[in-house]
């Protein structure tokens, strides 16, 4: 690190040579991006994975509960008890299980985490833990978290559909650069994505909802009762520009372009960042007439005088 200092730093210097690494950044993980599909491709073919034969599943599974006492027990109510039937949907590399069908109660995504399946195995099929119970039990371990996810069926052909399934999703996303093992003791609870995911996805119209660290943002959350400090609409220009459309309680509503949030650190202020698509039929009279509304709004920011003739949606 060079010793310089302040009067000696030329910021328009800095800003550009920023500007330069960030441009050299995004190439780079573009070129790796391209280079990990075809390495996931190959890797795939080697261990005779074809794409077209990975398929999803969902249905009925019963799953242990983590606020019971563990064990098994000869009392066939006791068994029921630590177990609860939760609705399980394994796709595009995800595990998601729901109370019910609809309550969304966590997510495993092996894009992110190192996950090995550990089935009750004996001469290469899965049996029953105990022979007269009926059931046959997989384990899931994630890599840098303590707790075992542990799923049970009486149906041994379902539970052995299930592994298979499971282990595909798991292989086929083997080769993805896994995140640092978490502490966090519940960070399946939510659906996590990548920030390189999140910036292919993001579109206008989606939230983004801000959980902050600072003492001023737990005071607000305490006096509104909510879970975030505030919320942002995101805006994607025609020319793949991503910006937040934000309002803020001590600056009101602010546009700031989500490269330049990240470039800032400015994520790193926030204990958690949510992001929630907007599912709607995106017609052309739709198109039009939120790209006007957005206009009008942001004609009513100062900063943003040269973004309001750009058109937010690509409209044909």
Known sequence: MINQTPSTIDSSEILFDEEQQYQSYIRQQSTMEKKLQYSISANNQMKGINQQDIYNKEGWLM??????????????????????????????????????????????????????????????V????????????????????????????????????????????????QSYPKMTPLNHESMWRFERISETYFRKKADTGDIHLFRGQSPLSKIYRAFTGDNFDHVALLLRYNKGELFLLESMGQTGVNLLSWDTFMQSNWHNLYQQMVY???????????????????????SKISNVTKLIDQTIYKIQ
Do not use: A
């Not at 022979?131 to 049970?152: A, D, P, T, V, W």
């Open 63 to 124: 799953k242990k509960s983590p606020k019971l006492l563990v064990g098994w027990q000869v009392n066939c109510q006791y068994i029921t008890k630590i177990y609860q039937k939760r609705y399980i949907k394994i796709q595009e590399g995800k595990m998601q299980y729901f109370k019910g069908s609809e309550k969304f109660k966590g997510c495993i995504d092996f894009h992110l985490i190192t996950v090995t399946i550990i089935p009750i195995m004996k001469n290469n």
């Open 126 to 173: 899965i049996h029953e833990i105990r022979q007269f119970f009926g059931s046959m039990i997989i384990r899931l371990e994630l890599n840098g978290i303590k707790k075992i996810f542990q799923f049970k069926s009486i149906d041994r052909k379902d539970l052995q559909d299930w592994y298979s399934c499971l282990k595909q999703h798991i292989l086929m996303t």
């Open 276 to 298: 929630k698509q907007l599912e709607v039929n995106k017609s052309m009279k739709y198109l039009k007439n939120l790209n006007n509304l957005l206009k009008y709004l942001l």
